[in-house]
C-alpha cells in the first residue's frame, strides 16, 4: 500500500493520559498535514510540516498538542493531559509541494483513514 | 480563500445522474475548485479539481461557469457506494495551502 498511513486506527485513553499517534505519508511527498474532525463537521486543519520544518499551527493546537517530523518522513502528534474535548477522528495528509503554476503544484492533499481518539 | 456552500444533503437513487452544485461568490483569480469524497470512518479522498469550464476525469465531472461564481460536480449513474459525504472547496493550486473544509454534502444514494 502506497498510500498515508496512520497508526493506530482507534485509540481509547482515560482523561489526563498521553496518547502519541504516527502518520507515514507517501513515500515521495515533502508536506505533510494534520487535521481534526468531530462528528458532523468537516475537517479542521491543525499543523503542517514541509520537509522537517513545522511552518504553521492553527490556534486549536493548544500548548498540550505537539508535532514533529524529525527527518522529514513520518511524522507524529502528541497530546498531553488528554480532555475528553480532545475526542476526535485525527486526520493525517501529504502532498507534492512544487513550483507556482507546474505540474505538481495542485495541493491535491491525500489523506489517511484516520485515528479515532476517545477520551474517556 | 473562497467561502463555499453547499446543501447539507442529497437524496438519489441508483443509476441516477447526480449534481451538487457549489457557491463561491468571492472566489479569487488564483483559486481553483476542489472536490473531495469522504466515507464513514475514512479520510477524504480527491475526487477532481478544475479552474474553469469543464473538467472530466473517471469519477465524475466538473462544471465551472464562466463568472466562476459556482461550480457543480456530476457524478454519472451513482450507486450505492457513492453514498458519502461530499466537499467542495476554494484555494490556491500553488504552495502550502491548508484545506478548508465545510459541512459538505451527505449524499444518500439508494436502492
Known amino acids: 500500500d502506497t498510500g498515508v498511513s496512520q497508526d493506530p486506527r482507534h485509540k481509547i485513553t482515560k482523561r489526563g493520559q498521553n496518547v502519541t499517534f504516527r502518520c507515514d505519508p507517501i513515500?515521495?511527498?515533502?508536506?505533510l498535514y494534520w487535521y481534526r474532525q468531530t462528528l458532523g463537521q468537516g475537517p479542521e486543519f491543525l499543523t503542517y510540516?514541509?520537509?522537517?520544518?513545522?511552518?504553521?499551527k492553527s490556534r486549536l493546537l493548544s500548548d498540550r498538542f505537539s508535532a514533529e517530523r524529525p527527518k522529514g518522513s513520518f511524522s507524529t502528534l502528541e497530546i498531553q493531559r488528554t480532555e475528553q474535548g480532545d475526542s476526535a477522528m485525527y486526520l493525517c495528509?501529504?502532498?507534492?509541494?512544487?513550483?507556482?503554476?507546474?505540474?505538481?503544484?495542485?495541493?491535491?492533499?491525500?489523506f489517511g483513514a484516520g485515528t479515532r481518539l476517545s477520551v474517556l | 480563500l473562497a467561502k463555499t456552500t453547499q446543501p447539507i444533503s442529497m437524496d438519489s437513487y441508483e443509476g441516477q445522474e447526480v449534481n451538487i452544485t457549489c457557491s463561491h461568490n468571492?472566489?479569487?483569480?488564483?483559486?481553483?475548485i476542489t472536490w473531495y469524497q469522504q466515507f464513514p470512518s475514512q479520510g477524504p479522498r480527491f475526487i477532481i479539481q478544475?479552474?474553469?469550464t469543464k473538467v472530466t476525469n473517471e469519477v465524475a465531472s466538473l462544471f465551472i461557469p464562466a463568472d466562476r461564481k459556482s461550480s457543480t460536480l456530476s457524478l454519472p449513474r451513482v450507486s450505492l457506494s457513492d453514498t458519502a459525504v461530499y466537499y467542495c472547496?476554494?484555494?490556491?493550486?500553488?504552495?502550502?495551502?491548508?484545506?478548508?473544509f465545510g459541512t459538505g454534502t451527505r449524499l444518500l444514494v439508494s436502492p
Open positions: 495528509a501529504s502532498s507534492l509541494g512544487g513550483l507556482a503554476g507546474g505540474p505538481d503544484a495542485k495541493n491535491i492533499q491525500y
Open positions: 513515500s515521495e511527498h515533502n508536506r
Open positions: 510540516f514541509q520537509n522537517e520544518a513545522q511552518l504553521e
Open positions: 468571492n472566489i479569487a483569480t488564483n483559486d481553483y
Open positions: 478544475g479552474y474553469k
Open positions: 472547496l476554494g484555494g490556491m493550486n500553488t504552495g502550502f495551502q491548508k484545506l478548508v
